[in-house]
């Protein structure tokens, strides 16, 4: 193996201040009440900054701010005045965007490889991409618009909340097609991650944004309770955990609010004996490894055909060793921190669960820093379908392996989830993607290849994956009146 020097990114690019207050109307006021929270880096525990918990009267301000907005101002513009705000946001992000990378990777714990890399241009692109809809939304094949000059009406205002493992980008997800369609928007970040969306506030002070068009409000589910909740809202998106997707789901349940979820995943990769297993190998590590396991569409169950699964697993261990654990902020990194304590303990005891229940754990023989949340990427063998590892969300750099025999037997267990966000497919074979492709009952299958995003491509889940797709020209749809 070879050594390396320490590469770090400077920190100095980024100008965290100690306290933040709440982005509304254009402003930063302070909450109405709210406790105090502070953010760490979750690599070495220190504090970043303080930040408010927004209570239900800060919500409203902030929901009649975005209504405000709505009915004086942005609804009111045409489409190629919208889109010149996003371009500018997008433009925006483009230049600041090694700033928001270091700023996600301290606040997140992800590698700067990959915030640079993955998350910053990801960003932007959605920004572009939906400043490009924004005088096109009769031509989007949706509702009113006739093609002829009939413009779909936008939905309103928007409640918008992300969850903490990809911050900005989750973001930009929320609010590039809610401004490009005529929606407001009322945003909360995640508890352990408030800092890009934050900066993001700054960036629509930069980029002249109508005040009250997008407002930034911090805070936990409480929080986001109030906000889902709150009766002057028309539109709900959220993206997060499955348990608080369905409280949602009931909450708005009889209201005429539209809602998106966008929930957890148990993504099936599955590799067939004919596949590149070199190739194989570095997309199952992309698959659940990329940001740590945080990620909803992660390849969490490897499914590998029996005849090549001694040749695959010596391959991927061999590959696993040679991954670097440690600072997000040092460029060679590839695992950076679990983003929160309370994250790590659900790994570990879902990994003891594990092998409680039988599989055998291997991890990566890395030296783990003294401080700060960590966990070495895993992964399990003798995995069966019945087992905690093999059905629940882990949200961590653990792999459950399992076998199979046939296409069938593959698509058989690939299904048997209460999920169906994601699925990879590993095949030289053209008509057995295909074939594979139709069966899968998953919002996204990959082929060949895993976590590849797009703005262009809809993304989004069947069953317990929620429902709704963002992206694309779908994700129009969930932010237009059609
Ligand atoms: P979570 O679902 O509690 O948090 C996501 C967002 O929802 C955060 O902004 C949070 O403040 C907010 N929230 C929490 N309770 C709410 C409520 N009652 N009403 C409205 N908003 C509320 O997820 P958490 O606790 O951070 O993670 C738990 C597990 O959820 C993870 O281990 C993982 O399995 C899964 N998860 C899945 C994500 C995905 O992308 N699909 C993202 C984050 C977590
Ligand atoms: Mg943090």
Same mark, same amino acid.
């Given at each position: 193996?070879?050594? @390396?020097?320490?590469? #770090? ?25 709210? /406790? ?5 880096? #979750?690599? %070495?525990?220190?504090? =970043? ?71 910053? $241009? ?7 991409? @939906? ?35 990809? #911050?900005? =980008? ?36 930069? *980029? ?10 911090? +805070? ?24 608080? +997707? ?116 291997? %991890? ?58 994601? *699925? ?6 053209? %008509? ?10 998953? &919002? ?10 797009? $703005?262009?491509? #809809?993304?989004?889940? @069947?069953? /317990? ?9 779908? &994700? ?7």
């Amino acid at each position: 193996m070879f050594e @390396y020097a320490p590469a #770090p990114e400077s920190r100095d690019v980024v100008d965290i201040q100690p306290s933040y207050g709440l982005f509304v109307n254009g402003e930063w006021v302070d909450s109405l009440g709210g /406790e105090r929270h502070k953010t760490i880096n #979750p690599a %070495s525990e220190e504090v =970043l900054a303080e930040f408010s918990y927004a209570v239900e009267a800060d919500v409203d301000r902030a929901v009649t701010a975005a209504r405000k907005a709505y009915d004086s101002v942005w609804s009111r513009l045409p489409g190629r005045e919208r889109a010149k705000y996003l371009f500018r946001i997008a433009r925006i992000i483009q230049e600041r965007a090694r700033e928001l990378a270091v700023l996600e990777s301290l606040d997140n714990g992800k590698p700067i490889r990959e915030s640079r890399d993955v998350d910053l $241009p990801l960003v932007a692109a959605h920004f572009f991409y @939906y400043a490009g809809w924004a005088d096109k939304l009769r031509y989007a094949g949706f509702g009113r618009g006739d093609g002829l000059g009939a413009e779909p009406r936008p939905l309103g205002v928007a409640a918008q909340i992300i969850p903490w493992n990809f #911050p900005l =980008l989750m973001l930009a997800w929320k609010i590039a097609p809610a401004l490009a369609c005529g929606n407001t928007v009322v945003l909360k970040p995640a508890e352990t991650t408030p800092l890009t969306a934050l900066a993001f506030a700054e960036i629509c002070r930069q *980029a002249d944004l109508p005040p009250g068009v997008v407002n930034i409000v911090t +805070g936990a589910g409480e929080t986001g309770r109030a906000l889902v909740e709150h009766p002057d809202v028309n539109k709900v998106a959220f993206t997060g955990s499955t348990e608080v +997707g369905r409280m949602i789901a009931r909450t708005v349940a009889g209201t005429r609010k539209k809602v998106t979820l966008e929930l957890g995943g148990k993504a099936a990769n599955i590799v067939f004996d004919d596949a590149a297993l070199d190739q194989a190998v570095e997309g199952i590590v992309n698959g659940i490894f990329f940001n740590q396991g945080h990620v909803c569409c992660a390849g969490s169950r490897l499914l590998v055909q029996e005849s090549v699964e001694t040749e695959l697993l010596d391959a991927l261990k061999r590959r696993l060793s040679t991954l670097r654990l440690g600072d997000p902020l040092d460029k060679n990194t590839d695992i950076g921190a679990i983003n929160s304590a309370a994250q790590l303990d659900k790994i570990r005891s879902l990994s003891d669960a594990g092998e409680q229940e039988g599989a055998e754990r291997w %991890s990566a023989p890395c030296p783990i820093p003294d401080k700060g949340f960590w966990f070495p990427p895993t992964l399990f063998t003798g995995v069966a379908q019945s087992h905690r590892i093999a059905r629940e969300e882990i949200f961590g750099p653990v792999l459950s392996v399992l076998t199979f025999r046939t296409p069938a037997e593959a698509v058989e267990k690939a299904n048997n989830s209460p999920y169906g966000l994601s *699925a990879g497919v590993w095949t030289e074979k053209g %008509s057995r993607i295909l074939w594979m492709a139709d069966k899968l009952r998953a &919002g996204v299958v990959w082929a060949n290849t895993f976590n590849r995003f797009d $703005p262009t491509s #809809p993304f989004g889940g @069947y069953k /317990e994956s929620g429902y709704g797709r963002e992206g694309g020209r779908h &994700g129009l749809e969930a932010y237009l009146d059609v």
